[in-house]
């Protein structure tokens, strides 16, 4: 290769690195692309229209299953109103009840809930309940979500349905259409799942929605494709925390919450919890929702910006080696083809030979992260040109992991909902 063409100020071995950059990434995004379960599609759905058994299919509504609604809720008083009754309003053939847990708000939550549920007209089906202190050991949300479990234990009688059969958890951001309950026991009883999860559909609202909650969908599932997550023979293992429906028996063969007590990510652990649970493999599936909505804003940058660095290192491990591997990954994968084209177009112009060794390999590559973020971006319905500001978006999730491991090592705990609860 002749580099005398290279401008006088640039060493060979800094273009040397440029064209290693350029052909990484290259190499990385066609693995990623074909290789990686597909998980940049979106056709592992779950759609409302399709429940999978109705009720003629189950017989009468004594044969459904009895279900309980359990939802953590720390200072929500001012969003309940917008998701509480759509969980109280269910079109469910069987049997449930719905368990709010007030984890210490620190405004009106526990008023709020009550007055919906009367408002709703549901008081026998709702049950509010006081969390007890934080039990040492669990991160808050178990903690609440644990006493949603453990609801009616000490006197079964005072439970509509005694110990029922399915637990679904819930956020308290989170609207249901009235057939959604329904609509995933079906798929769980035609199905035999053991645990069914949902990627609800997040708002995309705000400039700042619209630029970065697609990609945060689309990383969730570069790491935990969806495909190998439903599929019994791979390793892969997930949950979506925001809607997960799972059989009581298969959270009980598998130790229980208390196995993941101190997990600041409670639903990625859920996920293999239960299906390595028992003396077995369970089946476990993991798709997407429109129906199913999160009415939580994300206005401004410092809203996703927070969300994503209280548990970033976290997800690492809190693993120096692995953060630089993170950082220096995210960069090839996101910049690294933005660079090399500028860098090839700019420096390199005099040389076709030098100029085509870099920006082919760089185009490859931004040509294919642009394409696979376009199914996520069409599903959020967000205009397509946002599929070619990924690399923006992967350099702020950059950012915020690295603010995440800062966090950390200035020995600010993980909070949920303004609480701290880890180290």
Known sequence: MDFSQLPSWLPSHLYLLILAVAWLSCIAWIYLFFFRGGFWRTDIR???????????????????????????????????????PSVLEQDYPGDYEVVLIDDHSEDGT?????????????????????????????????????????????????????????????DADIAHPPNSLKAMVGKM?????????????LRVDSFWERLLIPPFVYF???????????????????????CMLVRRSALANAGGLERIRDRVIDDVAFGPLIQNGGTGKNRIWLGLTQEIVSTRPYESLKGIWDMVARTAFTQLRHSSLLLLGTLLGMLMLYLGPVVCLVAGASLFCNDISLFLAVVLPALAAFTL?????????????????????????????TCMTFDSALRHWRRSKGQWKGRSYGG
Not at 189 to 201: A, F, I, N, P, T
Not at 227 to 235: F, G, K, Q, Y
């Open 46 to 84: 779950f759609a409302l229209c399709d429940p999978g058994l109705s009720a003629s299919d189950l017989g009468d509504p004594g044969e459904w299953p009895d279900v309980r609604i359990i939802i953590p809720a720390r200072n929500e008083e001012g969003i309940l109103a917008r998701t509480l």
């Open 110 to 170: 526990a008023e709020v809930a009550r007055r919906i549920a009367e408002e709703c007209d549901k008081p026998e089906r709702f049950h509010l309940l006081a969390s007890k202190p934080l039990s040492g050991g669990w991160t808050g949300k178990l903690w609440a979500m644990q006493q949603g479990v453990e609801f009616g234990n000490s006197d079964p009688a005072e439970v509509a349905g005694g110990n029922p059969d399915l637990l679904l958890f819930t």
């Open 189 to 201: 009883r035609s199905e035999r799942q053991d645990l069914v999860s949902l990627m609800v559909h």
């Open 220 to 242: 969730f599932a570069k790491l935990y494709p969806f495909r190998w997550v439903n599929d019994l023979d791979h390793t892969t293992a997930a949950a979506a925390g925001g």
């Open 369 to 397: 992260m642009a394409c696979s973020l376009i199914p996520i971006v069409r599903w959020y319905r967000v205009p397509i040109y946002y599929c070619l500001t990924l690399p923006f978006a992967g350099f702020l999730y």
